[in-house]
């Protein structure tokens, strides 16, 4: 690993999905944090083209810069859907600053977003892991946990409608006497008080 000098804002650490870039000191908004960089791949060149690897951060149509070399810190930052961190690129310079778009608290982990078409070649297959998303799968999670529980209790109430019904019907009723009764004697078909 890359031995970084103590007046970096960043150190590289364990994080979440591997290794990461977190701040050291406090980083303002708007403050250039790093530079991305590493050897310049042009398409045109079939040699260039046919690199592949993750740390390939792509100028325009022409040029790419591979970010594959360990030198290169900001390699370490990684995708954030709600990022603190964004790439300022110029083209025509050919050159990457990863610049802080929230204010960053010392421990916090740098993160800017990746894009789109890195998104979907390698982040959407195995799902992000981003604080945004492991969010939003806790609270979705948390959701299914509490229908699952609100259908049991349902049933249950239901089951026990069910057996309450059951029992209703299973137990003997009385019988109706056609004739009334009057101080406690049964009264005959005559009307009159059998004793």
Known sequence: MPAISQNK???VGRSRTGLGLFATKPIKKGAKIV???????????KKDDAIENKYL??????????????????RYINHACKPNAESDVKPRKRKVVIRAIKNIEPGEEINYDYGTDYFKAYLKPIGCKCDACEKKRKKKRAEARAEKLRLKAKAERKAQKKAEKLTKAKQPRK????????????????????I
């Open 57 to 74: 951060f792509e100028l325009n149509n022409r040029w790419t810069i591979d970010g594959s070399v360990r030198k290169n810190i900001a």
């Open 35 to 45: 530079r991305y960089f590493g050897p310049l791949l042009d398409s045109k060149k």
């Open 9 to 11: 804002p960043y150190r």
């Open 175 to 194: 019988k109706k006497l056609n004739g009334a009764k009057a101080n406690g004697k049964l009264a005959n078909a005559n009307g009159h008080a059998s």
